[in-house]
Nanobody
């Protein structure tokens, strides 16, 4: 079994910062892409940022220059540093990872349970 556990969400004022963490655990052989998505009330889930196992990154235009995604492969952990937060960043943030399990042959996608980020104006 593989699990993704997120932490670091909370309530912050406009202009503040938060750091999200997502740790993958279980029978993991390798992790390819790791990513952060978010879903605001009444809206579709959207990609925020993603990072490959080699460290290449992509960001949504709305967060470029404010958010930074990083990962520690040895710990199977991905981070999202969020600076200069705006009320429109308010959403549930989800971690996604593409994982090959030990003894497995397929790369499967796994989601975390989500963590709430609320930015007050």
């Amino acid at each position: 079994q593989v699990q993704l556990v997120e932490s670091g969400g909370g309530l912050v004022q406009t202009g503040g910062s938060l750091r999200l963490s997502c740790a993958a655990s279980g029978r993991i052989f390798s992790i390819n892409i790791m990513a952060w998505y978010r879903q605001a009330p009444g809206k579709q889930r959207e990609l925020v940022a993603r990072i490959t196992s080699g460290g290449s990154t992509n960001y949504a235009d709305s967060v470029k220059g404010r958010f930074t995604i990083s990962r520690v492969n040895a710990n199977n952990t991905v981070y999202l540093q969020m600076n200069s937060l705006k009320p429109e960043d308010t959403a549930v943030y989800y971690c996604l990872a593409f994982i090959t399990r030990t003894g497995g042959v397929l790369e499967l996608s796994y989601w975390g349970q989500g963590t709430q980020v609320t930015v007050s104006s």
